[in-house]
């Protein structure tokens, strides 16, 4: 029997009112509060427990909540997009979707009396949001080509879909797992090329051949935080690709749920009990709650490809069939765009619609026969098969303009910047840059070629929007993390020092001497 200390009950904020009341338990209050209207909700379940159900109140726009919900692997129908689509556009403007760094989405502009109705229209489509914030399980990635790419290795869709049910039971929520340390994030590779940023998961799962046989290795405690950021390590684990999946997530979530550091939230995530205890440990405690010995981890694993995009015109394992990545930049569409993808998706397509984590969207099973007519759209011109190469590797989290922890206004800046580099620059590859509007690192500057994080900074004797700058990301195979190189560049000088390290680091020239030189 192996010593696994509890962690001293602590009586921080957020593991006090988790004690007295389980977020969960608002889903009974809904209507109520939809009655009464955001101000007269106690500020509590107003400004937490609701993100137990993916209500989030902003506190940049009180009274119009962000909704996230739960796309399992990135994947829906084009009937759950139009549901969504519905539940924006009630709101003109204000309404609108992110596409998330988890392959996910965020509806905005949602008002707390339209939630009871939005989540009914959500039931018969098997949509949900439940679970998607606070100490829980963020939305599970996978593949965002599973099931059509011919070099696939394992298909993660299923996969994916049962891990998300065992924690939510079903999508109705589940109080087992509604009360966890901290966050927690679950990735599923599939293919060669670590689609998934494996890296930053507190579990994930990545292909690997045992004695012939097909499975994966799995490796945890990866995450960004402002306080730490680490990659994941291995688990020394191998498990085949059926409910051995769900069982091992079901195990280590027991494990972090039970044992988990909670005194502390800046040190709750799983890597911290990992360091506490060792991984000899944590593994063992991990197999005693499984209840059997788990197979050491393969010798290598199957990444060993550079991680690809998706964006733009690729056939599928099933002949005749295509898949079309569209870039959609910053991530962000409206309610017409939401029409309109979903009927295109139906048109040329299965109906299906897929998401990816660099905030793209992916068409997939257009026969040959209808790509031109697909490609021949109007919206294509506007979610380009062929962006241009900063465009079409630009990510951010959604900054100042939604995010009341942002330092720095993000999505919009990040655009201009780039036609601005584009307008200017001729660049021989594609260079990833990511903002991300504070150290939480939701936009991962530390995956990116240049990654740009939110800060203040004093310019001629006043605060201003600045960001420190990241490098030496590394995606795909032998991934790893990039480091702050340089700090506090006010976002005003921001575009000669970008253009610099474009030139220099990565052979971009001006477009004045690019056309001397042709
Ligand atoms: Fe994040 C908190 C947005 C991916 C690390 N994140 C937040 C909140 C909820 C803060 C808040 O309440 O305002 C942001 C909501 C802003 C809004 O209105 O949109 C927010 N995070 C996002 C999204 C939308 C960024 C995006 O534009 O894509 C991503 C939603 C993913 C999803 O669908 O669930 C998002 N966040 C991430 C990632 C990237 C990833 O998972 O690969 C990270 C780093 C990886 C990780 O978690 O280890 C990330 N978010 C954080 C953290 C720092 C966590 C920590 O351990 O300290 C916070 C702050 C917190 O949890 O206290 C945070
Ligand atoms: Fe908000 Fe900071 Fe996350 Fe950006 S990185 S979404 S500013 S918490």
């Known amino acids: 029997m192996i010593e696994a200390t509890k962690p001293a009950t602590s009586q921080n904020k957020f593991e006090k009112f988790k004690a007295e009341k389980d977020g969960l338990e608002v889903k009974e209050q809904l209507e109520h509060f939809a009655q009464i209207g955001w101000e007269a909700i106690d500020e509590i379940d107003r400004e937490h427990r609701l993100k137990w159900l993916g209500v989030f109140f902003r506190p940049v726009t009180p009274g119009k909540f962000m909704m996230r919900l739960r796309i399992p692997n990135g994947i829906l129908s084009s009937t759950q997009m139009q549901v969504l689509a519905e539940a924006v556009q009630r709101y003109g403007e204000d309404g609108n979707a992110d596409i998330t760094t988890r392959q996910n989405l965020q509806l905005r502009g949602i008002r707390i009396e339209d ?5 009914k229209r959500f039931e018969p489509v098997g949509l949900t949001s439940v679970q998607s914030g606070m100490d829980n399980v963020r939305n599970i990635t996978g593949s965002p080509v599973a099931g059509i790419e011919a070099n696939e290795l394992i298909d993660t869709r299923g996969l994916v879909r049962m891990v998300q049910d065992m924690i939510t039971n079903n999508g109705k929520g589940n109080r087992e797992f509604t ?42 405690g990866g995450f960004f935080s402002a306080k730490r950021c680490e990659a994941a390590i291995p688990l020394n684990a191998w498990v085949l690709p059926n409910e051995e999946v769900v069982d091992l997530c079901r195990a280590i979530l027991i494990v972090y749920r039970e044992h988990g550091l909670r005194a502390n939230r800046q040190k709750a995530r799983l890597m911290w009990l990992i360091d506490e205890w060792g991984i000899d440990k944590f593994r063992a405690v991990v197999e005693e709650q499984l209840g059997r010995p788990l197979l050491p981890a393969a010798e290598k ?28 930049p910053i991530g962000r569409f409206y309610a017409q765009d939401m029409f309109e993808l979903a009927r295109m998706a139906e ?3 299965s109906g299906e619609i897929r998401l990816t984590v660099e905030q793209n969207l992916i068409i997939p099973n257009i026969p040959d026969s209808r790509l031109d007519r697909f490609l021949a759209e109007p919206l294509l011109e506007r979610f380009s098969i062929n962006p241009a190469p900063l465009t079409r590797t630009l990510v951010s989290c959604t900054g100042s303009q939604f995010c009341n922890f942002a330092l720095i206004e993000t999505k919009n800046r990040a655009l201009a910047t ?18 991300t509007g504070c150290p939480n690192s939701c936009g991962q500057p530390q995956v990116a070629d240049i990654g740009l994080m939110g800060t203040k900074v004093r310019k001629n004797g006043k605060a201003a929007e600045g960001v420190d700058i990241y490098m030496g990301g590394k995606v795909g195979k032998d991934a790893h993390l990039g ?18 390290l474009l030139i220099e680091q990565f052979g971009a020239k001006p477009r004045s001497e690019a056309m001397l030189s042709s």
């Open 483 to 500: 480091t702050c190189v340089q700090k506090g560049v006010a976002c005003e000088d921001l575009m000669p020092v970008l253009r610099q």
């Open 418 to 435: 780039i036609k601005a580099l584009e307008a200017e620059l001729e660049l021989p590859r594609r260079v990833r840059i990511h903002w």
């Open 179 to 220: 009360n966890l340390p901290r966050k927690f994030n679950i990735a599923i590779e599939g293919g060669r090329d670590n689609s998934v940023h494996a890296e930053i998961n507190d579990i994930a799962f990545v292909p690997a051949y045992k004695n012939g046989h097909l499975g994966f290795n799995v490796v945890v």
């Open 301 to 328: 694993d199957e990444i060993d490809w550079d991680k690809r995009d998706h964006i733009g015109v690729y056939p599928q394992k099933q002949p005749g069939l295509n898949y079309v990545g569209l870039h959609i």
């Open 347 to 349: 048109v040329y397509g």
């Open 115 to 119: 939630v009871p109705d939005i989540f």
